[in-house]
């Protein structure tokens, strides 16, 4: 029996409900319809990340599709059966190799059989969370509700270059609920800056910056250095491990941008979560919502509802038989729970 088409206006957020939607219309077979595609964006439309994703997912799952062009602001997909295998696919760009990942997860985790992706364009973008998130922050929480998931970065891509590579490993998997109103205790804490083609003294002071503004030890100070073809690039990451689960802030150098302003970027982007109780802060919260939902359950506590997580939530709730609740628990705390109805 067909499945009625799922109506959606794209112009709700940006890149997450074309994302999302994709992965939910692989795993429900609901064929999907989205207009406005990224409408509200400088760029609107498909730009060349998004139609990768939109492609990647077509040929994961045999789908018939219409409007895949660049700069397309329509899009018709109607997926078939989902399939594991051995697949590559080329942004082409510094586009965001991750975002592309994503949106293939969930659907592989529902393949009869293991998957092994091979992504190359951006590793590491400014508008996106890098390889690094992915390994530290969101999959091990991804693995703890059963997801058979291996991630190697084997290529730093900056932008405007990109020439990155990820190489994902992905084993049919159950997802099981997972609750985490609370990060627990401090572990540990770690700032790293990566250089690619960009002179040494700017992890330096990236560092030192970092250090004085969070009064970070001297041992918690790395910095690695990449051939400089894999650059121009930088990028700063505080890693803040907690027990149980880790958070991973970053933020990138740009060309006329000094490196104590990058640190200061790094410390704005992580502050209203360190000095908060939420377990989770915005990207991963982002991140975890349609997993949990897949699980039938979840719950977690966050600073604030972010455009990007609304936005999911609107999707979700077209897809699948869950109710998503949102209650602010105080200043900088709010509790985010799934619910299957």
């Known amino acids: ?176 609920p997972l609750h985490l109103c609370e990060r627990g205790a401090l572990l540990s804490r770690r700032a790293t800056a990566v250089i690619a083609g960009v002179p040494g003294h700017v992890a330096e002071r990236e560092l030192s910056r970092l250090a004085k503004r969070l009064n970070l030890a001297p041992e918690a100070l790395h910095w690695q250095v990449l051939d400089p073809e894999h650059g121009p690039g930088n990028v700063l990451m505080l890693e803040v491990v907690c027990e149980h689960l880790s958070e991973l802030f970053f933020a990138f150098g740009q060309s006329g941008l000094r490196a104590e302003k990058v640190a200061d970027y790094l410390v704005d982007a992580a502050r209203p979560w360190l000095g908060s109780e939420a377990a989770v802060a915005e990207h991963l919260a982002d991140q975890l919502l349609l997993p949990m939902a897949l699980a039938g359950a979840g719950s977690f506590t966050t600073t604030h509802v972010s455009e990007h997580l609304r936005s999911n939530i609107s999707v979700i709730e077209r897809f699948l038989p869950v109710l998503i609740d949102c209650q602010q628990q105080g200043e900088n705390l709010c509790k985010v729970e799934i619910e299957a109805c």
Not at 57 to 76: D, K, N
Not at 131 to 155: C, H, K, S, T, Y
């Open 1 to 176: 029996m067909k499945k009625d088409v799922i109506e959606l206006d794209g112009s709700i957020g940006g890149g997450q409900v074309l994302r999302s939607a994709l992965s939910l219309s692989m795993i429900t077979g609901q064929p999907l319809r989205i207009d406005n595609i990224r409408a509200r964006r400088v760029r609107p439309g498909l730009l060349r990340q998004h139609l990768t994703a939109v492609l990647a997912a077509a040929e994961v799952c045999g789908a018939t599709v219409e409007g895949a062009q660049m700069h397309s602001q329509q899009l018709y997909f109607e997926p078939g059966a989902i399939r594991g295998g051995d697949y590559r696919f080329s942004i082409g760009t510094a586009g965001s190799c991750s975002l592309v990942l994503q949106t293939l997860l969930p659907a592989l985790l529902h393949a009869p059989q293991a998957s092994r992706v091979h992504i190359s364009g951006g590793t590491h973008n400014p508008l996106a969370p890098p390889a690094d998130f992915l390994q530290r922050g969101f999959l091990p929480l991804m693995q703890r509700m059963g997801a058979r998931i291996e991630l190697q970065l084997l290529r730093h891509g900056f932008v405007p270059a990109g020439g990155g590579e990820l190489l994902a490993f992905v084993q049919p998997s159950t997802l099981q």
